[in-house]
């Protein structure tokens, strides 16, 4: 069974870091674009980077210069280093193989998440 599944999340103060990981089991995960999303209460799941098969990158404006997605094949997994935190960036993260970075569809469905909580 293919499956990804997503740690690494906490509670952390404002400019503090966090980095998630994102583990494939079942499928090669680097010969997908994998992308990292978040969803805080009350709003819209959105994208937050993506890193493409071909390992080019792209961030959502809100956390460029920030975060920082990368990947280690031989662990079959995805890291999102999450620097310089805010209050804002509270949220559940979830990540998702897709077609193509910027997608709004994904492959499979959605995991359970790692919550972050960035608190004053």
């Known amino acids: 069974q293919s499956q990804l599944v997503e740690s690494g999340g906490g509670l952390v103060q404002p400019g503090g870091s966090l980095r998630l990981s994102c583990t494939a089991s079942?499928?090669?995960?680097?010969?997908?674009?994998i992308g990292w999303f978040r969803q805080a209460p009350g709003k819209e799941r959105e994208g937050v980077s993506c890193?493409?098969?071909?390992?080019?990158?792209t961030y959502a404006a809100s956390v460029e210069g920030r975060f920082t997605i990368s990947k280690d094949n031989a662990k079959n997994t995805v890291y999102l280093q999450m620097n310089s935190l805010r209050v804002e960036d509270t949220a559940a993260y979830y990540c998702?193989?897709?077609?193509?970075?910027?997608?709004?569809?994904?492959?499979?469905?959605w995991g359970q998440g790692t919550q972050v909580t960035v608190f004053s």
């Open positions: 998702a193989a897709q077609p193509r970075c910027g997608a709004t569809i994904i492959f499979g469905s």
């Open positions: 079942g499928f090669t995960l680097g010969t997908y674009n």
């Open positions: 890193i493409r098969s071909s390992g080019t990158t």
